[in-house]
T-cell receptor
Framework: GESVGLHLPTLSVQEGDNSIINCAYS??????FIWYKQESGKGPQFIID?????DKRQGQRVTVLLNKTVKHLSLQIAATQPGDSAVYFC???????????FGTGTSLTVIP | KAGVTQTPRYLIKTRGQQVTLSCSPI?????VSWYQQTPGQGLQFLFE???????NKGNFPGRFSGRQFSNSRSEMNVSTLELGDSALYLC???FGGGDSPLHFGNGTRLTVT
């Protein structure tokens, strides 16, 4: 399954499928990006980050891709599990200190 | 390593009152940031403290203030509460360089009636 930017706030995928969550950012000066997962009743949990001098970074079952040309960030989750159901946020640092700007989030639902 | 701790978890206040929220950062983190999360506005930056000094401030009225202590613990205060201040208030700590991730607590849910 795939979401498109901030205009599709929900994404449903079958357990075991791969998920792709997208995020568009607007500031070309942004140099550091983070993906967070937020479950109900909890604060955002760090998943993976990437600096602007990279275009891909992999973690455990997750990959973040950064396309600076079109100002686009994506999070790929492999073999999506029910425990991955949550809201996912991208966050960018616009090279203005330690202030981060968050996207509106995508709600991921994994169907068993 | 203990995570970010926020107290209290829930608060119910009346319009016009004031409230103080507390945050204990991860050991070794000198930066503490506060965010407001609402369904309509998402996560919005309030302010950031580093070594007891406010470094950045978001676009919120002066009723929102904060401070940081020498042990990096931080408090946030909201005076003259309004109904629109009902939100989840999140505290995040980090090393503060702008190139390391924020680590969030589970927030304080404030309800203003």
């Amino acid at each position: 399954g795939e979401s498109v930017g901030l205009h599709l706030p929900t994404l449903s995928v079958q357990e075991g499928d791969n998920s792709i969550i997208n995020c568009a950012y607007s500031n070309s000066a942004s140099d550091y990006f983070i993906w967070y997962k937020q479950e109900s009743g909890k604060g955002p949990q760090f998943i993976i980050d990437i600096r602007s001098n990279m275009d891909k970074r992999q973690g455990q079952r997750v990959t973040v891709l950064l396309n600076k040309t079109v100002k686009h960030l994506s999070l790929q989750i492999a073999a999506t599990q029910p425990g991955d159901s949550a809201v996912y946020f991208c966050a960018e640092n616009r090279n203005t200190g330690n202030q981060f700007y968050f996207g509106t989030g995508t709600s991921l639902t994994v169907i068993p | 390593k203990a995570g970010v701790t926020q107290t209290p978890r829930y608060l119910i206040k009346t319009r016009g009152q004031q409230v103080t929220l507390s945050c204990s950062p991860i050991s070794g983190h000198r930066s503490v940031s506060w965010y407001q999360q609402t369904p309509g506005q998402g996560l919005q930056f309030l302010f950031e403290y580093f070594s007891e000094t406010q470094r950045n401030k978001g676009n919120f009225p002066g009723r929102f203030s904060g401070r940081q202590f020498s042990n990096s613990r931080s408090e946030m205060n909201v005076s003259t509460l309004e109904l629109g201040d009902s939100a989840l208030y999140l505290c995040a700590s980090s090393f503060g360089g702008g190139d390391s991730p924020l680590h969030f607590g589970n927030g304080t849910r404030l309800t203003v009636t």
